[in-house]
């Protein structure tokens, strides 16, 4: 059983940065692909970004190419996502997960463990 908890998430203006963190415990991090999920209020949860075990392959939302950095550090257990150039659809809550499979895989059902979410607000 593996136990993700995210943090980081916050209000910033549009056009600014936040760095969110998921920190896992209880399993082996490195057997685990890791994603970032958003649920924004009214909509469904939707893949932001994944990584493989060891860091080295990642995939990416269209929406958020080339804004948004996941990376991951196997030596603390923690995953992060950078988020820069930030828009009010950015707007959501923001979920770490962990995936058995070492595929690449963007529906929410097909991970094994998730976090309690962490909310980010962006202003206009």
């Known amino acids: 059983q593996v136990q993700l908890v995210e943090s980081g998430g916050g209000l910033v203006q549009a056009g600014g940065s936040l760095r969110l963190s998921c920190a896992a415990s209880?399993?082996?991090?490195?057997?685990?692909?890791m994603a970032w999920f958003r649920q924004a209020p009214g909509k469904e949860r939707e893949f932001v970004a994944a990584i493989g075990r060891s860091g080295e392959s990642t995939l990416y939302a269209d929406s958020v190419k080339g804004t948004f950095t996941i990376s991951r550090d196997n030596a603390k257990n923690t995953v992060y996502l950078q988020m820069n150039s930030l828009k009010p659809e950015d707007t959501a809550v923001y979920y770490c997960a962990a995936d058995r499979s070492r595929y690449f895989r963007r529906r929410d059902r097909e991970y094994d463990f998730w976090g309690q979410g962490t909310q980010v607000t962006v202003s206009s």
């Open positions: 209880g399993g082996t991090f490195t057997s685990y692909t």
